[in-house]
């Protein structure tokens, strides 16, 4: 970067060993069934897509533990392996989609997998659809949140975990479809991220919120709210 115009990054089968990744401003970055060893030490920041598939990624020190992917376009992060004290953050302005990927932390500082706002990063009521679907995380801090404006229940499906200190999937954002608890997976826990500066879950005019009876539907922290 340095202030100089960025152009792609695309890495299909490479090896990266101890080096550091670092798409920031990068016009499309396309990262395919690759392996990356305490490979990413700064985020990846994109004015165009970012595609990041099939990867096996190992982190074994913590400065080396976050692959937090951005794009004022979309960020596509699909059936990759991630393994040792990592977190992996996701943010497409356009679309974001994280779905079939298998995280493990096999350290204290591994934090799972964040859709939608991260770092500091705030999700956007312009952003677009959010897909998470069908993803794994053992060993972490928590192990899927979601923070987006358009949260739909059918996008939301198929996500498991264990041995997460919360095995939950955590929602902050816009609920615009019904929601029946509990649900298949994850249990659903009220978050506390930020869209265009509220915070908590909010359920959009005419939809419903069921709650089984005996459910117990947790909050993730004191911030957390539900209107």
């Known amino acids: 970067s340095n202030g100089q115009p960025a152009g792609s990054l695309i890495l299909d089968h490479a090896q990266v060993r101890r080096g550091v990744i670092w798409g920031l401003g990068a016009d499309r970055v396309t990262l395919t069934n690759s392996s990356f060893v305490d490979a990413f030490y700064n985020w990846i920041h994109a004015s165009g897509p970012v595609v990041f598939r099939g990867n096996d990624v190992v982190v074994t020190e ?3 533990g976050a692959v937090d992917l ?3 376009d979309a960020v596509s992060v699909v059936d990759n ?6 977190s992996v953050g996701a943010q497409g302005r356009v679309a974001t989609t994280v779905t079939g990927n298998r995280l493990a932390g096999e350290a204290p500082w591994a934090q799972g997998i964040t859709v939608g706002a991260s770092y500091g990063s705030a999700a956007s009521a312009s952003d677009g659809p959010v897909v998470v679907r ?3 995380v053992t060993g972490a801090s928590h192990a899927v949140k979601v923070v987006a404006a358009h949260l739909r229940v059918e996008n ?4 498991t975990g264990s ?6 999937l955590e929602l902050s954002g816009t609920l615009e ?3 029946a608890l509990p649900v298949v997976g994850l249990p659903v826990t009220i978050g506390s991220g930020r869209v265009d500066g509220f915070g908590g879950l909010t359920v959009a005019a005419g939809v419903r919120v069921a709650v089984a009876p005996g459910t117990v539907v947790k909050a993730a922290n004191s911030q957390s709210k539900i209107t």
């Open 62 to 64: 913590s400065s080396y």
């Open 70 to 72: 951005r794009s004022v």
């Open 81 to 86: 392996t991630f393994t040792g004290g990592l």
């Open 134 to 136: 069908d993803n794994h």
């Open 156 to 159: 939301l499906t198929g996500n």
């Open 163 to 168: 041995a997460n200190a919360m095995n939950t």
């Open 177 to 179: 479809t019904d929601l």
